[in-house]
């Protein structure tokens, strides 16, 4: 959650109500017994809004969020209303790889 700006969650709570929470194993939350996946991953989100009361809802996913957040939107449509992707990828063995230098710039990167 640290990864997210500020400034945008400020601005974005202006008009919504926003729910950040870390995935399992990641942050202060505990590992649970499942297998870390992607799908498991859509599945806790969607544990998490049923025991907020949470029926349908926006959901905005970054990078690796971006991933859950489109399985959601495949196996839940019935629960988003607005689907955001922020730095989204695609990923699986047919994605195409960051371009080299692409990658030197972002293992360097200080941000």
């Known amino acids: 959650m640290n ?6 969650i400020n601005n974005l709570s202006k008009n919504h109500n ?5 995935n399992r194993g990641i942050g202060s939350t505990t590992n649970g017994t499942k ?5 498991q ?3 806790d989100t969607i544990g998490l809004m049923k025991a907020l009361n949470i029926n349908k809802t926006d959901i905005m996913g970054f ?16 629960k988003i209303n607005k689907l955001v992707l922020y730095a989204p990828v695609c990923g699986g063995p047919e994605s195409t790889p960051l371009h080299e230098n692409l ?3 972002t293992l ?3 941000n």
């Open 41 to 43: 991953f859509a599945q």
């Open 35 to 39: 297998n870390f996946t992607i799908h």
């Open 103 to 105: 990658t030197k710039i």
């Open 63 to 78: 990078s690796m969020g971006s991933y859950i957040a489109q399985d959601i939107a495949l196996t839940n449509p019935e």
């Open 108 to 110: 360097n990167s200080k």
């Open 18 to 22: 926003v729910t950040m929470f870390d």
């Open 3 to 8: 990864n997210w700006n500020a400034t945008l």
